[in-house]
């Protein structure tokens, strides 16, 4: 099977039935090299899936090519807008721009004031990316935005002050044990603050419900029970994502810094831990995303009676959302 089947428009290149497949997808999605695509290359590839789509391509155009066009397109410009997205806030530009948090959220020996800065900018980058690439189908208030930022940041800062101040106080921790214990409290504070916000971002989902498709794309009928399975499925990978990002780095440090090396060196700490955090980033958002399909699929004996009666299909598919 060559590199690039045959060219689908608006759907991926890799099996999304498998993990390995949805794996290979967002490698491609969070590709930091769309981040430097020229206007004229981004005009360029929108004008050849236009192309496409009316049938006028010119001869020799190649299935590479359109991938590539898709992918470009894809990275910078919203499905339902159709505006550009800021670069700090595309998921190509989520690595590149949040692994500074990520070291700052892990720098050892952390003020009352640090651990509040460092968890207010995580959480207030998590929320512009959230709102950049949402569901745009149906317009929502901005207040439902400022409502999930406020909450995400409020619960990440309670957090994370809360387990200082209870470690500072723990007598029987020895200054070492203290600060490794020290490391890891991000972990909690961004895991609660990440399912707070997807909760509080969406909680319109399961008041309303959310679109259920049959095989041919065609809905079929709005279910609380299928938006509940879609807030659960991504706030499971938004507690798997910051795993090893946060729990990683600390204890690979930890090792790190009993070398002979970054004993005499102390300058080479920063730079290093820069380059462990950058490498637990990148190693685990395109993991936690992958964890379930975009679209995913639900029986429906467990939605609510109405559906069933509405559709012979045994399975239904909805939307996930990232």
């Not at 603050?193 to 041919?216: F, K, P, Q, T, Y």
Request: proline share 7%; net charge positive; aromatic share 8%.
């Amino acid at each position: 099977m060559s590199e690039y089947p045959t060219f689908q428009y608006g759907k991926s290149r890799f099996d999304q039935n498998t993990f390995f497949g949805r794996f290979r997808h967002f490698l491609d999605v969070i590709d930091p090299s769309t981040l430097f695509v020229t206007e004229k290359r981004l005009q360029e590839s929108i004008q050849l899936l236009d192309r496409f789509r009316q049938g006028t391509l010119p001869p020799g155009v190649t299935d590479a090519q359109l991938w590539q066009a898709q992918k470009i397109k894809q990275a910078v410009i919203h499905p339902d807008t159709g505006e550009k997205i800021l670069m700090p806030f595309r998921m190509s530009g989520f690595i590149p721009f949040g692994t500074p948090v990520v070291v700052g959220l892990l720098l050892p020996n952390q003020t009352l004031a640090s651990t509040i800065f460092w968890q207010w900018l995580n959480q207030s980058h998590n929320a512009c990316v959230n709102y950049c690439n949402r569901n745009a189908s149906k317009p929502a208030p901005v207040s439902k935005f400022v409502q999930g930022y406020l909450g995400a940041v409020t619960s990440a800062v309670s957090i994370a002050v809360g387990l200082n101040v209870l470690i500072q106080k723990a007598s029987r921790f020895s200054p070492t044990t203290r600060l490794l214990v020290q490391r890891f409290i991000p972990f909690p504070a961004v895991a609660t603050a990440n399912v707070c916000n997807v909760v509080l971002m969406r909680h319109s989902e399961l008041s309303e419900g959310i679109n259920v498709l049959d095989g041919n794309g065609n809905v079929v009928g709005t279910s609380k029970v299928a938006a509940r399975h879609a807030l659960l499925e991504t706030a499971l990978t938004r507690v798997v994502l910051p795993m090893p990002i946060l729990v990683l780095p600390p204890m690979i440090m930890a090792a790190l810094e009993k070398l002979p090396l970054l004993q005499r060196q102390r300058r080479l700490v920063l730079p290093i831990h820069s380059l462990v955090c950058l490498a637990a980033f990148s190693l685990a958002l395109p993991l936690a995303i992958s964890l379930f399909p975009q679209m995913s699929q639900i029986s429906v004996n467990q939605l609510e009676p109405e559906i069933a009666m509405a559709t012979d299909c045994k399975i239904v598919t909805y939307n996930k959302g990232l």
